[in-house]
């Protein structure tokens, strides 16, 4: 059987055409994981992508880091899947990408930060 997954998410995404100058990192689980990609920002989260496995309902804070400055924000991780072959070009150390989505609790402070305006 072949199924078509739909999208949730019923506000506005903004893709990004270029990925932020500064280094953005997942705290979860006592661990600080780069991440490896941005895929996507809302009004209310963020779409990752990720070398690793975090799964669903995880509390996490997002740490951006650029030109001295750190900013970091807390969510909830919403959803997270193994990624395709067309969201994962990426070589990852582990031969696997997840892609999470992120709810979070001041997205605007940190889109601010990297620049990005939604």
Not at 16 to 30: E, I, M, N, S, T
Not at 84 to 106: C, I
Request: net charge neutral; proline share 4%; with cysteine.
């Amino acid at each position: 059987m072949n199924f078509k997954v739909k999208e949730q998410r019923a506000e506005l995404r903004i893709r990004l055409d270029k990925q932020p100058d500064g280094k953005l990192f997942l705290h979860a689980r006592d661990e600080c994981l780069p991440v490896l990609s941005i895929r996507d920002a809302s009004q209310t989260g963020i779409s990752l992508l990720l070398d690793r496995d975090i799964g669903d309902a995880v509390q996490v804070a997002l740490e951006y880091r650029h030109r001295g400055i750190d900013v970091k924000v807390t969510g909830t991780v919403i959803w997270d899947r193994p990624a395709n072959a067309n969201e994962s070009p990426a070589v990852t150390a582990n031969g696997k990408a997840h892609v999470l989505g992120v709810s979070l609790v001041s997205p605007h402070l940190l889109l601010t930060f990297m620049e990005v305006e939604v």
